[in-house]
């Protein structure tokens, strides 16, 4: 059997070393035609919808606002930064950015509509925003908020004045 030599740019490598160095160009190219196995695709991040995921809670501002704020200091990832309850914000972190979540009183356009509160993010400076972390968590508070808001509406009862009711005749 005759010894073949393959030429590098370094010179002549022949026997155990020429061995191995095919061995692992061969594992190369064999790796790369596996079938499917590493062929997976990248996970591709969802789109931020135009409105940045903003949405609707058919609540009060202040309640909207207060349960937002119960919801982000419980929330992992959320850094609560800190707050301004006369303008409906909150300064968090989320992500690794820094952004404003926002509550704003809708305007009661029809009688009996009820109140509404838009929930949004804005960005530091106050500017609208469309990040993905902004998004995600406003997703996040629009699946939270009605369902926390549920747990402590209670209904409104008068107090007694101590007069007894007549009975209607």
Known sequence: MTTRSIVLPRGPVTGRAAFMAMAAALAVLVGGCRGGADMR???VAAP????????????????????I????????????????????LYVVRYRGERFLVRTRALVIETPGQGLRTRVDALGPEGQATRSAAAADLLQVLALRVPAEVALYRQPVKLPSTGKPRRKPL
Do not use: C, H
């Open 41 to 43: 695709p990248e996970p």
């Open 69 to 88: 704020g119960k919801i982000l200091v419980g929330l992992d990832g959320v850094g609560y930064e800190g707050r301004a309850q006369m303008l409906g």
């Open 48 to 67: 931020v919808p135009a409105d940045g995921g903003a949405f609707t809670v058919a609540e009060s501002m202040l309640d909207t606002w207060n349960t």
